[in-house]
């Protein structure tokens, strides 16, 4: 069905489709909402939560003026509702204060917010006596303004109706498709909304796993290995190490090297924790590969990474006949043209860097194995070009945070995973709270107590601007804040993505090395950075952080046995729920997997984030989805692959883009 065949839609709204990725009318079926307002029955302000939507009928005892406040203006009502009074307040919409009656019935939709004890609705919907809009489940849609609520709505209504599903499962005891998209987009309750949600998912995850194993079948790799000889030879450089492996670390490096070993090409996905210790295992098995003649390349998300892992690796390489070379946008070019002749003429055996190791300026001699550390962190480009870069080459990804999809995945179709535990029990770990924007006072007055006391914080503040276009406590203002207020004395260094590469470099030197006591920071120092004497971890407005982001911050600190570590998560929001399993939970895959549960399955389709939708998966699900899968694949082979939908997850499903 073409979107041009729905009523109302012409140039404008069919551009403005497009823009959303919706094309035609099974795109427009997939387009999901992401949440459902329940205006079936009124809320009870006696046991609302703070975040919670809520439907509420009353009368209003009082409307204020319209006040005006510099760019602001508002107005607000009060109003009595039989579990108790609110206070509704519109900003910015003075049009609207004509429609509120002093003293006359009102239904109120909105989100609870408490400020100081008072209960409030900002910027409610709203309707008077007799009003017939707000009732029932109203799908909202991820349409970021683009279109308004009200015709999504009528628009997927009516697609409904015309566009046929064409199902991939059709297996008995499975819900028809076409019901759960009449379902999902016209729900008569939230149950029969998220039965439909869930059948979808189903689709959408068989079709992924189908397309995946197709594509795999046609894809596995083989070569004569060239790694000869016996992990052995890495003796002496395990015997160097300050430290002794671990079992999994020792485990992980054998999968590895029998990989390599093997004719078959390595695929293979290291899990393990913030700090258990992946970095060892890639530079030990580099240097295998090394000694079997071949380079390598160790692929790292940030410069600072990028160079600590190099001066991990000068370290340990030193004296063992490896050499390695470091290579990072902030080259210039003349050094740039240094590396890439040594690399070139064979002379580095290991080449470390940012996602520049595989740019096309960039040309091995013999390229054998490349590993990406902190896969989750690499963009969509960044991938392919590693796809392309590395074609039959053998590869090892390594993540801390593994997302469901890709565990499903790597369990399902070929892709070897190799734990490493943690070397730290649960109580080693920071324990997390979360601070309110009231306590925040409190905490920096700890912050200097704590300096004082010679303990090592990190302030780290999110990149980005409010709606106003204000930067959101921006790592540059709060230093100038904190430096000449609460840490006033206090040694602090400053460090952000575009400040001089040298700088940044000088001030995480200073503050590994303890001469500052804080440094304030944007997430740059998230990712494998090491700091042994840091201690406490604050992140402001750690709302805008993804989950598995806070959970590395907060590996940053207490790496070392016997040092109390804290992670302190400030919030000015209302809903916690994910803030919170921080507090609960401390392992990485299990926080990936909760994440992925409250995020939803938009997320977890990896490029389907900017569609969204309000997909919930499970483990039961997952396990669905592989039975049907079999199922199918038992049946229909690979004529599956001419399934429209298979097709769109064929191009996608490759081997490591996965995370
Ligand atoms: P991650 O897995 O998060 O990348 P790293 O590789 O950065 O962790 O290791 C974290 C720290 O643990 C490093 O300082 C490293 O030297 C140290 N480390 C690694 N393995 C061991 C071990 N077996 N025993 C003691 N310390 C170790
Ligand atoms: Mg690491």
Same mark, same amino acid.
């Given at each position: 069905?073409?979107?041009?065949?729905?009523?109302?839609?012409?140039?404008?709204?069919?551009?403005?489709?497009?823009?959303?990725?919706?094309?035609?009318?099974?795109?427009?079926?997939?387009?999901?909402?992401?949440?459902?307002?329940?205006?079936?029955?009124?809320?009870?302000?006696?046991?609302?939560?703070?975040?919670?939507?809520?439907?509420?009928?009353?009368?209003?005892?009082?409307?204020?003026?319209?006040?005006?406040?510099?760019?602001?203006?508002?107005?607000?009502?009060?109003?009595?509702?039989?579990?108790?009074?609110?206070?509704?307040?519109?900003?910015?919409?003075?049009?609207?204060?004509?429609?509120?009656?002093?003293?006359?019935?009102?239904?109120?939709? #909105?989100?609870?917010?408490?400020?100081?004890?008072? !209960?409030?609705?900002?910027?409610?919907?709203?309707?008077?006596?007799?009003?017939? !809009?707000?009732?029932?489940?109203?799908?909202?849609?991820?349409?970021?303004?683009?279109?308004?609520?009200?015709?999504?709505?009528?628009?997927?209504?009516?697609?409904?109706?015309?566009?046929?599903?064409?199902?991939?499962?059709?297996?008995?005891?499975?819900?028809?498709?076409?019901?759960?998209?009449?379902?999902?987009?016209?729900?008569?309750?939230?149950?029969?909304?998220?039965?439909?949600?869930?059948?979808?998912?189903?689709?959408?995850?068989?079709?992924?796993?189908?397309?995946?194993?197709?594509?795999?079948?046609?894809?596995?790799?083989?070569?004569?290995?060239?790694?000869?000889?016996?992990?052995?030879?890495?003796?002496?450089?395990?015997?160097?190490?300050?430290?002794?492996?671990?079992?999994?670390?020792?485990?992980?490096?054998?999968?590895?090297?029998?990989?390599?070993?093997?004719?078959?090409?390595?695929? !293979?996905?290291?899990?393990?924790? =913030?700090?258990?210790?992946?970095?060892?295992?890639?530079?030990?098995?580099?240097?295998?590969?090394? !000694?079997?003649?071949?380079?390598?390349?160790?692929?790292?998300?940030?410069?600072? @990474?990028?160079?600590?892992?190099?001066?991990?690796?000068?370290?340990?390489?030193?004296?063992?006949?490896?050499?390695?070379?470091?290579?990072?946008?902030?080259?210039?070019?003349?050094?740039?043209?240094?590396?890439?002749?040594?690399?070139?003429?064979?002379?580095?055996?290991?080449?470390?860097?940012?996602?520049?190791?595989?740019?096309?300026?960039?040309?091995?001699?013999?390229?054998?194995?490349?590993?990406?550390?902190?896969?989750?962190?690499?963009?969509?480009?960044?991938?392919?070009?590693?796809?392309?870069?590395?074609?039959?080459?053998?590869?090892? =990804?390594?993540?801390?945070?593994?997302?469901?999809?890709?565990?499903?995945?790597?369990?399902? #179709?070929?892709?070897?995973?190799?734990?490493?535990?943690?070397?730290?029990?649960?109580?080693?770990?920071?324990?997390?709270?979360?601070?309110?924007?009231?306590?925040?006072?409190?905490?920096?007055?700890?912050?200097?107590?704590?300096?004082?006391?010679?303990?090592?914080?990190?302030?780290?503040?999110?990149?980005?601007?409010?709606?106003?276009?204000?930067?959101?406590?921006?790592?540059?203002?709060?230093?100038?804040?904190?430096?000449?207020?609460?840490?006033?004395?206090?040694?602090?260094?400053?460090?952000?993505?575009?400040?001089?590469?040298?700088?940044?470099?000088?001030?995480?030197?200073?503050?590994?090395?303890?001469?500052?006591?804080?440094?304030?920071?944007?997430?740059?120092?998230?990712?494998? =950075?090491?700091?042994?004497?840091?201690?406490?971890?604050?992140?402001?407005?750690?709302?805008?952080?993804?989950?598995?982001?806070?959970?590395?911050?907060?590996?940053?600190?207490?790496?070392?046995?016997?040092?109390?570590?804290?992670?302190?998560?400030?919030?000015?929001?209302?809903?916690?729920?994910?803030?919170? @399993?921080?507090?609960?939970?401390?392992?990485?895959?299990?926080?990936?997997?909760?994440?992925?549960?409250?995020?939803?399955?938009?997320?977890?389709?990896?490029?389907?984030?900017?569609?969204?939708?309000?997909?919930?998966?499970?483990?039961?699900?997952?396990?669905?989805?592989?039975?049907?899968?079999?199922?199918?694949?038992?049946?229909?082979?690979?004529?599956?692959?001419?399934?429209?939908?298979?097709? @769109?997850?064929?191009?996608?499903?490759?081997?490591?883009?996965?995370?």
């Amino acid at each position: 069905m073409q979107l041009t065949d729905l009523k109302g839609v012409g140039e404008k709204t069919l551009a403005k489709l497009n823009a959303l990725g919706i094309r035609d009318g099974r795109d427009l079926l997939d387009f999901l909402p992401t949440e459902y307002w329940d205006m079936t029955r009124e809320g009870d302000l006696r046991v609302a939560r703070e975040g919670e939507y809520l439907l509420l009928k009353g009368r209003v005892r009082k409307l204020t003026k319209l006040v005006r406040t510099g760019r602001l203006n508002f107005f607000a009502a009060t109003v009595d509702t039989p579990s108790g009074t609110i206070k509704a307040v519109w900003f910015n919409a003075p049009y609207l204060r004509a429609n509120v009656e002093e003293g006359g019935e009102i239904t109120l939709w #909105g989100k609870l917010s408490v400020k100081k004890g008072a !209960r409030e609705l900002i910027n409610p919907g709203f309707e008077g006596a007799g009003g017939e !809009r707000l009732k029932g489940i109203v799908p909202i849609y991820p349409t970021k303004g683009a279109i308004g609520q009200a015709l999504m709505r009528k628009l997927t209504a009516e697609c409904v109706a015309k566009q046929a599903a064409t199902p991939l499962v059709e297996l008995d005891g499975i819900m028809p498709l076409g019901k759960a998209y009449y379902d999902a987009h016209l729900p008569s309750s939230l149950d029969a909304a998220h039965e439909a949600m869930r059948r979808i998912a189903l689709e959408q995850l068989t079709a992924d796993l189908i397309a995946y194993k197709l594509r795999r079948a046609g894809e596995r790799h083989s070569r004569k290995s060239r790694c000869e000889k016996p992990l052995s030879i890495m003796d002496d450089m395990v015997q160097s190490l300050p430290f002794e492996l671990t079992r999994t670390q020792r485990a992980a490096i054998a999968d590895i090297v029998g990989d390599l070993r093997s004719d078959e090409c390595m695929n !293979r996905m290291i899990v393990g924790d =913030v700090g258990s210790g992946k970095t060892v295992v890639a530079l030990i098995t580099a240097a295998y590969v090394a !000694r079997c003649g071949m380079q390598s390349a160790l692929m790292a998300p940030t410069e600072i @990474l990028a160079r600590q892992h190099y001066l991990n690796a000068c370290k340990l390489f030193e004296g063992a006949g490896v050499s390695c070379a470091l290579i990072t946008g902030s080259d210039g070019a003349a050094q740039r043209r240094k590396t890439c002749a040594a690399v070139a003429a064979g002379d580095v055996d290991l080449l470390i860097g940012t996602h520049a190791v595989l740019s096309d300026s960039v040309a091995f001699a013999d390229l054998g194995y490349v590993i990406v550390d902190e896969l989750h962190k690499f963009g969509v480009r960044q991938k392919s070009a590693l796809e392309t870069k590395a074609k039959d080459v053998d590869v090892a =990804v390594m993540s801390a945070t593994p997302i469901p999809r890709a565990l499903a995945l790597a369990e399902y #179709g070929d892709i070897a995973v190799s734990t490493i535990e943690s070397r730290k029990s649960a109580d080693e770990y920071a324990k997390t709270e979360i601070v309110k924007d009231e306590d925040l006072g409190k905490l920096f007055d700890r912050i200097r107590e704590l300096a004082l006391s010679g303990e090592q914080i990190y302030i780290v503040c999110p990149r980005v601007e409010d709606s106003e276009g204000i930067e959101l406590a921006s790592a540059k203002s709060v230093y100038a804040e904190l430096a000449d207020g609460a840490l006033k004395g206090i040694p602090t260094g400053l460090v952000y993505g575009s400040m001089a590469e040298k700088k940044k470099t000088e001030t995480m030197t200073a503050f590994s090395e303890g001469r500052l006591s804080v440094l304030v920071a944007t997430g740059v120092v998230e990712v494998g =950075v090491d700091c042994r004497g840091a201690t406490t971890m604050v992140v402001l407005h750690a709302d805008r952080f993804g989950l598995a982001s806070l959970h590395q911050l907060r590996g940053r600190v207490g790496r070392r046995k016997g040092m109390t570590s804290r992670c302190y998560l400030h919030t000015s929001g209302g809903d916690n729920a994910r803030l919170e @399993l921080l507090t609960e939970e401390c392992d990485g895959s299990k926080l990936a997997e909760a994440d992925a549960e409250i995020r939803g399955y938009g997320d977890f389709m990896g490029f389907r984030q900017s569609g969204g939708s309000g997909f919930k998966i499970d483990k039961s699900l997952l396990a669905l989805a592989k039975q049907c899968a079999d199922k199918l694949l038992e049946r229909d082979g690979a004529a599956l692959a001419e399934h429209y939908r298979v097709k @769109l997850f064929y191009d996608k499903a490759n081997n490591i883009s996965m995370n």
